[in-house]
């Protein structure tokens, strides 16, 4: 018998709750060890890791979803694993194997199968992997110890609204240098976004977007997303850029897109100044899933799309088509479905 627990699924926002069991495994001597389970969710960790004070790691995000007949299944945690060993190649912590990366997802997903929301709520399991550099340790220099941990929480919209328009503004802070991180899923990005993303919510918008650091002039990111937009003859654009995080979503809407939707899909520049190409605009990712962007405010001035109250018809078809793929009621392409 499933374990239960009181949790108001339809209600959950994109917080953190304490489950029963995460997964921690540790690297030292050049190995990885096997990983374990466990109920401790408080990390013992020396004051000198470079985590602390150099920014030593990384992490992911990815879903566990259960299907209309009671199954449970991951989207794409391969990409997943690919993508945190790149984050550790660049900021030299030793790599996961991905075979390794996915079984450990599992574990967790298993372990606290209870807090996996019902099909239908519109709820997830959030799976929250990482890396950190930890050890003692003093100069600018990798680690000598590694922790790779991950935890999981059930989680609803990470916008507010979920599926419902929400307005964006421009930021002239950037999140990413052009040879920087911006490609890495590394907490410094986040930590430099902390400012522009409550400056943008008291102004009333979402989030801020970030335009390309050189030139301030083309959107790069939509806060902890990536941005889409419809033209006006149907073709699926997404910015092409060295310093934005490849989102796992995107590349699976550029997917969708073509091979569902039959639009044609172009990754390249999207000038902040030629909005008016766009008859729909959103951002993506796991955790925003697909927020449809109701208007871009730019130096001083709004950009409505669509509308900014009503989803427009392409972006609503994209999201009804990963969702369901996502939730098992469309079919997936080959290789995107994990069962746990
Ligand atoms: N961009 C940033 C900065 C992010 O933090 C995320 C979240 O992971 C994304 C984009 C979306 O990526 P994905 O679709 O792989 O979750
Ligand atoms: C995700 O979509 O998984 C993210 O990492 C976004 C944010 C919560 C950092």
Redesign the pocket.
């Given at each position: 018998m499933e374990k239960k627990v009181d949790i108001d699924w339809s209600n959950l926002s994109?917080g953190y709750m304490k489950t029963d069991f995460r997964y921690i495994s540790r690297w030292k001597d050049g190995k990885w060890d096997d990983g374990q389970l466990t109920e401790d969710n408080v990390l013992h960790i020396s004051e000198a890791s470079t985590a602390l004070h150099y920014g030593q790691q990384c992490?992911?995000?990815?879903k566990a979803y259960r299907t209309k007949d009671n199954k449970i299944q991951l989207f794409r945690p391969d990409e997943n694993g690919k993508r945190l060993n790149r984050s550790c190649e660049r900021v030299m912590m030793p790599e996961v194997p991905v075979e390794k990366f996915i079984d450990a997802c599992k574990q967790v997903v298993k372990a606290n199968e209870h807090f996996v929301p019902p099909y239908g709520s519109g709820a997830t399991l959030?799976l929250r992997p990482f890396v950190i550099g930890v050890g003692d340790n003093l100069g600018v220099k990798p680690a000598p110890e590694f922790i790779f941990a991950i935890f999981c929480v059930p989680v609803g919209p990470?916008f507010k609204g979920g599926m419902a328009p929400v307005n964006f503004t421009t930021t002239d802070f950037d999140r990413a240098a052009p040879m920087g991180t911006g490609k890495a899923?590394v907490g410094g990005n986040?930590a430099g976004s902390l400012r522009p993303h409550e400056a943008a919510v008291k102004k009333g918008f979402a989030d801020c977007i970030y335009l390309d650091p050189a030139t301030h002039t083309k959107i790069e990111e939509v806060g902890?997303?990536n941005f889409f937009g419809i033209t006006k003859d149907d073709k699926f654009i997404t910015p092409l850029s060295e310093s934005i995080l490849p989102s796992i979503t995107k590349y699976s809407l550029m997917h969708i897109a073509k091979e569902y939707l039959k639009l044609e899909v172009l990754e390249r520049d999207v000038l902040v100044d030629n909005l008016d190409e766009f008859k729909e605009a959103g951002a993506c990712?796991?955790?925003?899933v697909i927020t449809p962007i109701g208007g871009i405010e730019h130096q001083g001035n709004l950009h409505v799309f669509h509308s900014e109250t009503e989803v427009g018809p392409v972006t609503k078809k994209l999201y009804d088509t990963l969702y369901g793929i996502q939730f098992g009621d469309v079919k997936a392409p080959e290789g995107w479905i994990y069962e746990v």
């Open positions: 994109f992490f992911e995000g990815l959030y990470y899923k986040y902890a997303a990712g796991t955790a925003a």
